[in-house]
């Protein structure tokens, strides 16, 4: 189980990824294989893990940031990081960066995917058909998450991408308890996270249950936050009740 810390505008996302495989190879090897996440954070798009290498940032974090502007920026810096990983000297020059005879040292072997998050129809799902090597999808049920997948289907066509070559990454927040009563009392427990941000409610039958059906509808690999943590008592049941069928 490795975990990973995500940074939001208004804070910090914890979530534990479990592993779908292990292969037992050495540490940085796995974290090279995990991902490099790109975070747009006040203008700015950090690479976060021990495989990133470069942090490409605004002249100035106070400039006006809109959103199209900063799905454009995140576009750039892809290309421009993919650029120096692969390149020695790198030149790029986009809109937004621009760099002449940079140079990346030690450049990462193999080179690590990318990971883009997000769901925005228009432009960012854009983004993902054409840069992203891994998709991160915050899950909303079955129908939000197929009407997704067309939409990206749609932008794959559109710029020649492979759908299929895009690794789905899903997110899904979990309230598990042993039994239906015990999932309604934690409910109203203090304590316990908005259950706005928990999109799936159940005992470890229910939760197994909607956890294959992600995995069925094209999910390579599954995040999960607990709606009852610092506790560790939704975290245990479903690594013991869940995990083992996934």
């Known amino acids: 189980m490795k975990k990973y810390c995500a940074q939001a505008n208004s804070g910090a996302v914890h979530e534990h990824e479990f592993a779908r495989h292990r292969d037992g190879a050495p540490r940085l090897e796995?974290?090279?294989?995990?991902?490099?996440?790109?975070?747009?954070?006040?203008?700015?798009?950090?690479?976060?893990?021990?495989?990133?290498?470069?942090?490409v940032e605004q002249r100035s974090v106070d400039e006006p940031c809109p959103d199209i502007k900063r799905i454009d920026q995140l576009a750039e810096a892809i290309e421009l990081i993919r650029r120096l990983w692969t390149?020695?000297?790198a030149d790029y020059h986009g809109q937004?960066?621009?760099?002449?005879?940079?140079?990346?040292?030690?450049?990462?072997?193999?080179?690590?995917?990318?990971m883009v998050g997000g769901s925005g129809e228009k432009f960012l799902l854009r983004v993902v058909a054409r840069h992203a090597d891994w998709w991160n999808y915050v899950w909303k049920g079955p129908e939000a998450y197929a009407h997704k997948q067309e939409v990206l289907?749609?932008?794959?066509?559109?710029?020649?991408?492979?759908?299929?070559?895009?690794?789905?990454?899903?997110?899904?927040?979990?309230?598990?308890?042993e039994n239906e009563r015990?999932?309604?009392?934690?409910?109203?427990?203090?304590?316990?996270?908005?259950?706005?941000?928990?999109?799936?409610?159940?005992?470890?039958?229910?939760?197994?249950?909607?956890?294959?059906?992600?995995?069925?509808?094209?999910?390579?690999?599954?995040?999960?936050?607990?709606?009852?943590?610092?506790?560790?008592?939704?975290?245990?049941?479903?690594?013991?009740?869940?995990?083992?069928?996934?």
């Open 30 to 55: 796995r974290l090279v294989h995990a991902k490099c996440l790109l975070a747009p954070i006040l203008g700015r798009f950090h690479p976060v893990g021990d495989c990133a290498h470069a942090i």
């Open 87 to 89: 390149q020695a000297p």
């Open 96 to 114: 937004h960066y621009s760099i002449t005879g940079a140079a990346c040292e030690p450049r990462p072997t193999p080179v690590p995917p990318i």
């Open 153 to 177: 289907k749609g932008h794959c066509r559109d710029v020649g991408r492979d759908y299929d070559a895009i690794e789905q990454v899903v997110r899904v927040g979990i309230l598990i308890a």
């Open 182 to 246: 015990e999932v309604e009392r934690l409910k109203t427990s203090p304590g316990i996270r908005s259950l706005n941000d928990i999109q799936l409610v159940g005992t470890p039958a229910q939760v197994t249950e909607a956890m294959l059906g992600i995995v069925k509808q094209g999910a390579r690999r599954l995040t999960v936050n607990f709606a009852d943590v610092p506790r560790p008592e939704g975290t245990w049941l479903f690594a013991s009740t869940v995990l083992p069928h996934l």
